[in-house]
């Protein structure tokens, strides 16, 4: 930039002094018909793409958004020339045929002779413009994308008839088709000591105790599998298992990743809130509703604003926002993008600058979506009644109305001698150009020249000690006794109240994010709203969402027509409303209607893809492998007919998490040996697409923890509260300049479940790093399974898994003394079974050789033990 500005002010002086000689080209008759049939269709009149206006020689030197566009001598250094010639990114125009040859050699030489420029070019008309825009943005949808399968409604079909009567579940029924279609066998029933070890595993991600194993096998009434089911899905710790799968997808951390990886010292309570819901069964259309738009909900609750938390959970700068208004773009895109894949199945984000290149999703539909969502700002509310909080609030909005008022005193004390010490900064660091663009007052800059000079005065920072070494006696001590009255200001602030991190509608113009002082609940108000009820609000009227563009190629610049929220049209039946007015009039209800569209039977993929990932979670592969992706470049589903079978049941039962968890376990299907050999089945189906024996799932990186600590009889089942942070060497966390780990020191506050460890963006836990804990940047359907050295050099010999080692031969050592009890009682804690003869006899020799605690170190070591059979 700061090269593009300094050619435009030489230009400006080149070209007065230009000598007089006649050029060869005529501006009128040979460069005007260029420019207006090439270039300012899109860059003239009331369209002026990145801010770009071709339609006066004054303008097309002053530039865009990127700076000058013209160099008066010199059609190389102009970038007009050397975007429509191809020698920069993005070639032009984009629209339509390219100059050809002969149009090229006339507009280098023009620009080479001087650019001389005697007539203005002529506006488009306003048709001709809407044109270029409805060109770019409509399209219309052909039968053949409307009839690709995803898009259509799932419908219930008939359960099929198989040769195997004594099946009777529709989930076998429909797998025993398939398989009786490829000569496939399914494998017999696991013994039920296997069973109940993956029952605990899959729900709780905690292995069973022995007494748990006992009284199953002791259970020998018909129905003792529903029953453990049932009791399983109704223990805490259901939610903590199927809680975590849900964070993935919500890309949840309690930093804030870039950079400066800030600490977000409230997350935790949405993590928590995703544990409640799992447990309480919340119907999965309103579990979505409150975390899209919670504040919005009739009867919003403390439960519901929390909630909204998903919508700002993702990675975000948090560093000088009000000085990077794109930022909100992004953001909002990585807001869609997870809903999408999340929710939708679909990759909403590739439609930001075009129409998606292989599924029917058109960039109008991805502004409509992002003017559902346009409206919302992150804020902090405290969990109070309604009286308590507004007179915290109202307290503090008090104390920072005053500490503003002293900040601008001493602002003005200091901006004389800050202004002049940064002038000598940058006349000493930069060339006599920048400084001179810096030195002008800020009306008389160019766009260009306010751009540079912001970049420049951000480069040189003068320190409060230079300034206060500047400070005349006088004017020190006034700024001095103005911070002593700012610190007493300080010293008065209402004790902090809980605050949750919430997402709700404001004026995003006061900040990107709308943080801090400057949310507003409506335009005339800078206050947020406090929970619950009331809402503290000076101002009156309803709230109105900014307005929000259709963006041209995805650029933030680039202003195409104002959008209203709306939906992808491929998969929107009937006529939703777009909009559900608040009866309160404080937030806008787009992103209501948008969650309702979201969770309504009338969506063809809602359904499914949660149905979808549950089977992935259960049966370790989805029916779609592609969990994120059920568009045309994702995977087939392997069993069409039982995924909208399912998806179909799982609406008519409520949208209920845990009956959908209990159909698929109740089948026999899952109950399926995972160790089963046939020859045919290997040859017909060697990765196991139909389901003819159980998948053996590798555990994810929390549940090889928690299971460590389990077996060591040194798990801390508390349910909820703040991160905890286990022990990370000295030397990686001596790499870290930015971000928090505050190490909780060893014992019963560090061995609570994997859940609750502090998940950084910057710094993931290595030990779930190593165990392919996902990346928290991004929405994660599934987990990464890998099998890399480290994670067995991390099971050999990492301090944790050692302790746990130790922890677990003292648990047995206090049950018994005898060796060959030893081994057994170890057996059934750590795999609940007992080991086999050889098994007994390897490790009573390694206990005689070496010690119980080698031998329990191995049995942390075994692939049984990492491993859900």
């Not at 809903?339 to 600058?353: D, M, Q």
Request: hydrophobic share 40%.
């Amino acid at each position: 930039m700061a090269v593009l500005l300094c050619t435009a002010i030489f230009t400006h002086a080149r070209a007065s002094t230009q000598t007089t000689a006649q050029p060869s080209i005529a501006f009128d008759r040979d460069i005007r018909p260029i420019l207006e049939g090439k270039c300012v269709s899109c860059h003239g009149g009331a369209l002026q793409l990145s801010k770009l206006d071709l339609r006066t020689r004054e303008t097309a030197l002053s530039g865009g958004a990127r700076g000058a566009a013209l160099v008066p001598g010199s059609a190389e250094r102009s970038r007009l020339y050397r975007m429509v010639a191809g020698l920069e990114l993005p070639a032009m125009p984009m629209q339509g045929t390219p100059l050809d040859q002969s149009q090229l050699t006339l507009l280098k030489t023009w620009i080479d002779e001087g650019a001389g420029w005697d007539v203005a070019v002529a506006t488009p008309s306003a048709t001709g413009n809407s044109a270029v825009v409805a060109g770019v943005e409509r399209r219309p949808l052909t039968p053949e994308e409307r009839a690709y399968w995803a898009f259509k409604l799932p419908e219930q079909a008939p359960v099929p008839q198989v040769a195997r009567k004594e099946l009777t579940h529709p989930i076998d029924r429909f797998l025993e088709k398939a398989r009786a279609e490829h000569n496939l066998t399914a494998a017999p029933r696991a013994d039920r000591l296997t069973l109940v070890r993956r029952a605990y595993l899959d729900l709780l991600g905690l292995p069973p105790s022995p007494a748990e194993v006992a009284a199953f096998i002791a259970d020998d009434k018909p129905g003792a599998w529903e029953r453990l089911i049932d009791k399983l899905l109704a223990s805490p710790h259901y939610g903590e298992r199927y809680g975590r799968h849900w964070l993935d997808v919500a890309r949840y951390a309690d930093s804030a990743g870039f950079e400066y990886d800030m600490h977000r010292p409230n997350a935790w309570r949405y993590r928590d809130y995703v544990i409640r819901s799992f447990n309480a069964d919340k119907p999965y259309d309103v579990f979505l509703t409150e975390q899209i738009a919670g504040d919005e909900m009739d009867g919003k609750t403390e439960d519901s604003l929390i909630a909204t938390g998903f919508l700002r959970a993702g990675p975000r700068v948090l560093f000088r926002e009000k000085d990077n208004p794109e930022r909100r773009f992004d953001y909002l895109d990585e807001i869609l993008g997870t809903i999408g894949k999340g929710t939708l199945g679909l990759t909403i984000n590739c439609a930001r600058c075009h129409d998606h290149k292989f599924d029917p999703i058109r960039q109008r539909d991805y502004y409509a979506l992002e003017a559902s969502l346009f409206g919302y700002v992150e804020t902090e509310v405290p969990l109070a009644p309604p009286a308590e909080a507004a007179a915290y609030l109202a307290q503090n909005e008090a104390i920072n109305t005053r500490r503003d008022e002293l900040g601008k005193q001493i602002a003005a004390i200091e901006k004389p001698h800050r202004d002049r010490l940064e002038l000598e900064q940058i006349k000493k660091n930069f060339s006599e150009a920048i400084y001179r663009a810096a030195a002008k007052p800020e009306a008389e800059r160019t766009p260009g020249e306010k751009l540079l000079a912001v970049q420049v005065y951000e480069a040189v920072g003068v320190s409060g000690a230079q300034i206060d070494r500047a400070l005349t006696p006088v004017e020190l001590a006034g700024k001095q006794e103005l911070s002593a009255q700012i610190a007493a200001l300080e010293k008065d602030r209402p004790r902090p109240l809980p605050m949750a991190e919430i997402a709700t509608d404001g004026d995003y113009r006061f900040s990107p994010l709308g943080e801090g002082d400057n949310v507003v609940s409506c335009p005339k108000c800078r206050i947020p709203p406090p929970f619950p009820g009331s809402y503290l609000h000076k101002g009156s009227g309803r709230y109105e969402v900014p307005p929000s563009y259709f963006l041209i190629r995805g650029d933030v610049e680039s202003h195409g027509p104002e959008m209203q929220p709306g939906f992808i049209e491929v998969i929107t039946y009937g006529t939703p409303p777009s909009v559900m007015p608040r009866p309160d009039g404080r937030t806008s209800g787009r992103r209501l209607a948008l969650a309702r569209w979201i969770g309504s039977p009338q969506n063809p993929l809602t359904a499914r893809v949660i149905v979808n990932r549950l089977w992935q979670k259960h049966f370790g592969r989805g029916i779609v492998a592609t969990l994120e992706n059920f568009g045309k470049m994702g995977g087939a589903p392997s069993h069409p007919e039982l995924l909208d079978w399912m998806a179909v049941e799982f609406m008519k039962r409520g949208w209920s998490i845990k009956q959908i968890n209990k159909l698929m376990m109740m089948s026999d299907a899952y109950q399926m040996a995972s160790s089963f050999e046939r020859a045919a089945n290997a040859a017909n189906d060697p990765d196991n697409r139909d389901l003819w024996r159980f998948r053996p799932q590798r555990l994810e990186a929390e549940i090889v923890r928690d299971s460590m600590l389990a077996v060591g009889g040194n798990l801390n089942r508390a349910i909820g509260g703040e991160p905890i942070f286990p022990f990370i060497p000295k030397d990686i966390l001596a790499g870290q300049f930015r971000g928090k780990w505050e190490t909780t020191p060893e014992g019963p506050a560090s061995w609570r479940r994997g859940v609750y460890v502090y998940r950084r963006r910057s710094l993931p836990y290595p030990m779930f790093d190593t165990f392919d804990h996902p990346d928290m940047n991004v929405t994660a359907g599934a987990r990464n399974v890998s099998t890399v050295p480290t994670q067995a050099l991390t099971l050999l010999n990492n301090p944790f898994v050692l302790s746990q080692a130790e922890r677990l031969a003292d648990r047995v050592r206090r049950e018994t003394t005898d060796p060959l009890e030893q081994v057994d009682r170890a057996y059934r804690i750590a795999l609940a079974r007992p080991p086999a003869k050889a098994e007994m006899a390897v490790a009573t020799d390694l206990i005689r050789k070496q010690s119980l605690t080698a031998f329990t170190h191995v049995l942390l070591n075994l692939d049984e033990f990492v491993y859900m059979r």
